[in-house]
């Protein structure tokens, strides 16, 4: 589970575990989300295919995932020829069409200065075109689907939908083959004695109902969704393993309380790469955030935690952890309730934790077990992972 506004290294910690599990399974979101693994110098970048793909492990998308075919077709091009046969994609995941791209362009044009800053990849009409019961699911669409009604939807906001019929041809080609039953799958797995590990894309903070609405995603990124969207019980979704970095970024727009701009934002963001793996936008930074991880480890029920990014802090010397919000003259370390103003609270920093000559490797450094320790006091949970640098081979259990 990613414990911030995203971006917090999730995929490295899945492609990291992989080894321990039989089969990886996505299960929220779309291609606006960007999961990348580094293997010595070469970068690999998945929108809608688990990150256990280089594995060689089962591949699952789940039915609470929204596909764009196209991106699919061209993320399995770039994988060794058996990754196909290892992918199944549930019959019951959302489409997203060129013309939810399209709406999707519409709709941040209307926010005008309170655009929303979607990666314009056409998952929040994907979505919202299912909940209107408009657009296909993949079994829909491989079994023949009246588009009449979500021709008519699209053509009253003035689109194109002169291309619909060979996207569809198209997709069905990509698809025929792939659908199935991920649930079924997972449930097979399992009780065999086998295992599965749940990947999510985005952050808990950008929850569709439980994030910083409306600078949000368009599902859920919580734990609790895990077993809803993969259509399991409970039973089979195991233990959360939330992945924090030790500073924060978001891309987009919306409230930022610990937000850091200037040289030294400018100097964290040019350490840790922080660009956009989907659009290459720079993210904006910030110092750490404990209420609002608070929050994300209690929502989530996380007991054990990854954290990266180390290397690019340990670079900065020092870091500062946001204890508490200063709103209206007192402190508060309710986010839930802070949330219709975050925008106006103020952070509250405890004393920085230096990190003058952190080390990392298989012997960590005191300066890092400080910091280490530091975080499993405040957030209650075991600090299990720690990743410090972009490359596959630089984590370390613990």
């Known amino acids: ?10 995929g490295k910690v899945v492609d990291y575990l992989a080894d321990r599990f039989d089969a990886v399974a996505r299960f929220n979101g779309g291609s606006n989300a960007g999961h990348t693994v580094v293997i010595g110098e070469r970068r690999h970048t998945f929108h809608l295919i688990p990150s256990g793909a280089l594995k060689g492990k089962e591949l699952l998308v789940g039915a609470g995932v929204a596909v764009d075919p196209s991106v699919m077709k061209d993320e399995l091009a770039m994988l060794p020829d058996d ?10 995941c959302s489409l997203v069409s060129p013309m939810d791209k399209e709406l999707d362009a519409k709709l941040e044009e209307m926010r005008g200065s309170s655009a929303i800053g979607t990666t314009r990849r056409g998952i929040g ?4 075109m299912r909940a209107l019961r408009l657009s296909p699911r993949v079994s829909d669409l491989l079994n023949g689907f009246d588009f009449g009604p979500a021709e008519s939807f699209y053509k009253k906001f003035g689109l194109d939908t002169s291309g619909l019929d060979e996207w569809a041809e198209e997709s069905r080609r990509l698809l025929t083959g792939l659908a199935g039953d991920t649930g079924a799958r997972v449930r097979e797995v399992c009780d065999g004695g086998g295992s599965v590990i749940y990947e999510t894309s985005q952050g808990t903070l950008l929850d569709l109902v439980h994030g910083s609405y409306p600078y949000v995603t368009a599902t859920h990124t919580v734990s609790s969704y895990a077993p809803a969207a993969m259509g399991i019980a409970p039973s089979y979704a195991g233990e959360p393993l939330g992945v924090m970095k030790c500073y924060v970024t978001r891309v987009g727009g919306g409230p930022f309380p610990t937000e850091v701009s200037g040289e030294l934002g400018d100097r964290i963001r040019s350490l840790g790469m922080e660009y956009g793996a989907t659009t290459g936008r720079p993210r904006r930074v910030g110092w750490l955030d404990l209420v609002a991880l608070k929050y994300a480890v209690e929502l989530n ?21 946001c204890v508490a919000y200063s709103l209206d003259g007192s402190e508060t370390h309710d986010f839930q309730g802070s949330l219709p103003r975050l925008g106006e609270v103020k952070p509250v920093y405890g004393p920085p934790i ?15 077990r400080r910091l280490i320790e530091y975080v499993e006091g405040e957030l209650g949970v075991r600090v299990t992972l720690v990743s410090y640098g972009e490359e596959r081979s630089k984590t370390v259990s613990l």
């Open 125 to 128: 009409p994907a979505y919202a």
């Open 1 to 10: 589970m990613g414990l911030q506004w995203g971006d917090e290294g999730k």
């Open 354 to 368: 230096s990190l003058q000559g952190a080390e990392f490797g298989s012997g960590l450094s005191p300066e890092t």
């Open 83 to 92: 990754a196909r046969s290892r992918l199944t994609v549930d019959g019951r």
């Open 301 to 321: 029920g996380v007991k054990e935690v990854a954290i990266s990014k180390l290397d690019v802090l340990s670079k900065v010397k020092e870091l500062r952890a």
